[in-house]
């Protein structure tokens, strides 16, 4: 299942998106939530688990110019 931000990407399961401040990973995708996991630098095993709105996330994304660096699971 992915869902649309606004700047045309798509939010998957297994995508990992970078910030300056986290690694976000999604973990999961529902009709209207998103499970993922946030940590402070890429590879490291403290992971916070997380659960927020999609159009939340999305907006955090945009707002912070997150780029992709893993695509979606093939799962």
């Known amino acids: 299942m992915t869902m649309k931000t ?3 990407r798509s939010l998957a399961k297994g995508q ?3 910030t300056c401040a986290a ?3 999604i973990v999961a995708l529902g009709k209207n939530l998103i499970h993922y996991k946030i940590t ?3 590879g490291r095993k403290r992971m ?3 659960i927020s ?3 939340a996330m999305a907006n ?3 707002t912070n110019e997150a780029r992709l660096v893993k695509g979606p ?3």
């Open 6 to 8: 606004h700047r045309g």
């Open 16 to 18: 990992v998106w970078k």
């Open 40 to 42: 402070r630098q890429f």
């Open 48 to 50: 916070s688990a997380q």
């Open 53 to 55: 709105g999609i159009e």
């Open 60 to 62: 955090y994304l945009a």
């Open 23 to 25: 690694d976000i990973e």
């Open 73 to 75: 699971s093939t799962n």
